[in-house]
């Protein structure tokens, strides 16, 4: 299943496992399923390491990886802010898993666009693991500002300057080993992909309070991009919800544990409301 094409754009797909309950696993900003994985957040990875624990899909968001823009060019920040995103998420999901509820994870972006789907649909939704969330609210003006300046820089002086304004950004301590890689947005639709941020947020917080979604909260310190300030919010928001820190690479490189965790008792929980036995382990 390589590609499907949702509503106006084309968007690469990977699909693992045999069995098991759906996961959809999403990527951040300017990222995509290979860079992800580069940068060691590819969270599913235990998961579909055997094919009967789940049924995994992942892909790249619309402009980023190797999905298309709107197919007859015609793209607008619009498109890609995030309520417009999970517009694609939820499609993605009827095309692929039907009417089977899903477990999302993703970090930044992906997050955020988890959120507006689980929001708007709530029923699609067995669990939510929400890593590194992004600026949200009150703190999002500012970071909208940032990233106007930053499609304006990619226009003026092109995705060199842009990758070396990246490269002097002080780095949070839990990805201080991670490799720099460039965006993966082709360069002519950075700057409209980057004010589709600018015009995103999440919804509104008592929206988000409403959800009765298990969710588990990845985040880390030192990074103003996703401040810890984002996590402990939608942590006093959603009932429930479990919120761990990362303040150093061997606690992220911890994270894949923790959503196969999440995942299992998710399932073993669904197993004893049936009344079948969960598995041992």
Same mark, same amino acid.
């Given at each position: 299943?390589?590609?499907?094409?949702?509503?106006?754009?084309?968007?690469?797909?990977?699909?693992?496992?045999?069995?098991?309950?759906?996961?959809?696993?999403?990527?951040?900003?300017?990222?995509? !399923?290979?860079? #992800?994985?580069?940068? %060691? &957040?590819? /969270?599913?990875?235990?998961?579909?390491?055997?094919? @009967? *624990? $789940?049924?995994?899909?992942?892909?790249?968001?619309?402009?980023?990886?190797?999905?298309?823009?709107?197919?007859?060019?015609?793209?607008?920040?619009?498109?890609?802010?995030?309520?417009?995103?999970?517009?694609?998420?939820?499609?993605?999901?009827?095309?692929?898993?039907?009417?089977?509820?899903?477990?999302?994870?993703?970090?930044?972006?992906?997050?955020?666009?988890?959120?507006?789907?689980?929001? !708007?649909?709530? #029923?699609?939704?067995? %669990? &939510?693991? /929400?890593?590194?969330?992004?600026?949200?609210?009150? @703190? *999002? $003006?500012?970071?909208?500002?940032?990233?106007?300046?930053?499609?304006?820089?990619?226009?003026?002086?092109?995705?060199?300057?842009?990758?070396?304004?990246?490269?002097?950004?002080?780095?949070?301590?839990?990805?201080?080993?991670?490799?720099?890689?460039?965006?993966?947005?082709?360069?002519?639709?950075?700057?409209?992909?980057?004010?589709?941020?600018?015009?995103?947020?999440?919804?509104?917080?008592?929206?988000?309070?409403?959800?009765?979604?298990?969710?588990? /909260?990845?985040?880390?310190?030192?990074?103003?991009?996703?401040?810890?300030?984002?996590?402990?919010?939608?942590?006093?928001?959603?009932?429930?919800?479990?919120?761990?820190?990362?303040?150093?690479?061997?606690?992220?490189?911890?994270?894949?544990?923790?959503?196969?965790?999440?995942?299992?008792?998710?399932?073993?929980?669904?197993?004893?409301?049936?009344?079948?036995?969960?598995?041992?382990?």
């Amino acid at each position: 299943m390589p590609s499907l094409t949702v509503r106006d754009a084309r968007l690469a797909r990977d699909v693992q496992g045999r069995s098991g309950p759906a996961v959809v696993q999403l990527h951040g900003l300017t990222s995509s !399923r290979l860079r #992800e994985t580069q940068l %060691g &957040l590819d /969270l599913a990875r235990e998961v579909v390491q055997d094919a @009967s *624990r $789940a049924r995994v899909l992942s892909y790249d968001a619309r402009g980023h990886g190797r999905s298309t823009g709107a197919l007859d060019g015609t793209d607008r920040p619009a498109d890609f802010a995030w309520e417009h995103l999970a517009s694609d998420l939820l499609e993605v999901l009827d095309l692929t898993f039907g009417d089977q509820p899903v477990h999302g994870v993703g970090p930044s972006m992906g997050a955020a666009t988890l959120l507006h789907a689980a929001v !708007r649909e709530p #029923e699609r939704f067995t %669990g &939510l693991t /929400l890593t590194v969330p992004p600026t949200v609210w009150e @703190s *999002r $003006a500012a970071q909208a500002a940032s990233y106007e300046e930053s499609a304006r820089l990619v226009e003026t002086e092109g995705v060199e300057a842009f990758l070396a304004a990246g490269e002097l950004a002080p780095r949070p301590p839990a990805v201080a080993d991670h490799p720099l890689t460039p965006p993966d947005v082709a360069a002519e639709l950075l700057p409209t992909v980057l004010r589709g941020a600018a015009l995103s947020d999440l919804p509104a917080p008592e929206a988000v309070a409403g959800l009765r979604v298990p969710t588990l /909260l990845l985040a880390w310190t030192e990074d103003p991009t996703h401040p810890l300030d984002s996590a402990r919010r939608l942590q006093s928001l959603i009932a429930g919800s479990e919120l761990v820190v990362a303040e150093s690479p061997a606690h992220v490189a911890t994270w894949p544990a923790r959503f196969r965790a999440q995942l299992e008792t998710a399932v073993e929980g669904g197993l004893r409301q049936s009344g079948r036995p969960a598995a041992t382990r």
